[in-house]
């Protein structure tokens, strides 16, 4: 990465090697930017006067069903917005109530 950085922008090297890189701290970015995301799009929702919910299933390589979830809205200005919510892996039979239940905890 630093070799990268003197590169790209030589007089940030050093700001580019302070930044720790340990598996625990990038794990730890990578879910306070989930919940930033996840906060996000719960203050975009609240503005729409319309959405719609979009469920696709399919198996991952290790023949597990994925169940990935999208909304749509729309707000008073009529801006439309599509965002993916999550991926809820179905380790249970993919029964209707299974993915009845997934929707709404993802939703939740």
């Known amino acids: 990465m630093l070799t990268t950085a003197e590169l790209v922008c030589p007089e940030k090297r050093q700001a580019f090697g302070n930044i720790s890189l340990s598996r625990n701290t990038v794990a730890e970015?990578?879910?306070?930017l989930a919940g930033d995301l996840n906060s996000q799009l719960k203050d975009k929702v609240k503005s729409f006067t319309?959405?719609?919910?979009a469920i696709d299933e399919s198996t991952d390589v290790t023949d597990e069903a994925q169940l990935?979830?999208?909304i749509?809205?729309?707000?008073a200005s009529l801006?439309?917005?599509e965002e993916f919510v999550?991926?809820?892996p179905m380790t249970n039979i993919t029964t209707a109530?299974?993915?009845f239940s997934?929707?709404?905890e993802a939703l939740d």
């Open 102 to 104: 997934s929707r709404f």
């Open 29 to 32: 970015r990578i879910g306070d």
């Open 50 to 53: 319309a959405f719609s919910i």
């Open 79 to 81: 801006t439309v917005t």
């Open 72 to 75: 749509r809205g729309v707000d």
């Open 68 to 70: 990935g979830i999208f």
């Open 86 to 88: 999550e991926m809820v």
């Open 97 to 99: 109530i299974n993915v």
